[in-house]
């Protein structure tokens, strides 16, 4: 399990939400785009016909991005939100944005449906990601606790200083990804493949 986030702007999420299919197609674009500039269109067919994942039918149109990286620090994510909330999957706003906010209704998208994370709640969480210092975030790690509350992926009991290391590079990466979208008034769809 993996915690992605894909830039998506207030347009976009208006459309998703409520909408019966969308949220997968959306990101399928974006991953298409990603791994072909050229047009996603054709990489889109490729995947198909390699099986990798099959394109809902989807009669909307979806605004341009001047980016399509997908943010995801592998199995991280959940250390990194124990961090910044100090639970598993609760908190307070604008940490927990990560995890609760609004589910985009329709297909599902990996193991839950996917979230929508507004460009003002982007902003509000990279402005808080901004004034966090890495190294005092990093003295909340507790590897007994994070075990106990079942964070993901049950690492917590190995070396704590690897652990740490990792941990504070997938919170560079959150912080610059949120930074990213909030500059450009992007908000990002929050989903776990």
């Known amino acids: 399990m993996i915690l992605c986030l894909l830039r998506i702007s207030d347009a976009d999420i208006a459309q998703l939400i409520g909408a019966s299919v969308g949220a997968g197609a959306f990101i399928n674009m974006a991953e298409a785009a990603q791994a072909s500039r050229e047009g996603y269109t054709e990489a889109l067919k490729q995947m198909e016909a390699m099986g990798l994942r099959q394109a809902p039918e989807v009669d909307m149109t979806f605004d341009a991005y001047p980016f399509d990286d997908i943010f995801d620090v592998d199995k991280m994510w959940h250390g990194l939100y124990f961090l910044l909330t100090g639970t598993e999957c609760g908190g307070d706003a604008p940490a927990n944005y990560l ?14 449906s996917a979230r929508a994370i507004s460009t003002v709640r982007t902003k509000e969480l990279s402005d808080y990601l901004g004034d966090l210092d890495r190294l005092a975030l990093l ?10 509350l079942d964070i993901y992926p049950g690492i917590w009991d190995e070396d704590p200083e690897e652990l740490k290391e990792g941990l504070g590079h997938a919170f560079d990466a959150l912080k610059a990804y949120c930074r990213k979208c909030a500059d450009h008034g992007l908000g990002m769809l929050s989903f776990i493949a």
């Open 99 to 112: 995890l609760s906010t609004p589910n985009v209704r329709g297909e599902g998208v990996g193991h839950v």
């Open 139 to 148: 003295t909340r790690f507790d590897g007994v606790q994070m075990t106990a």
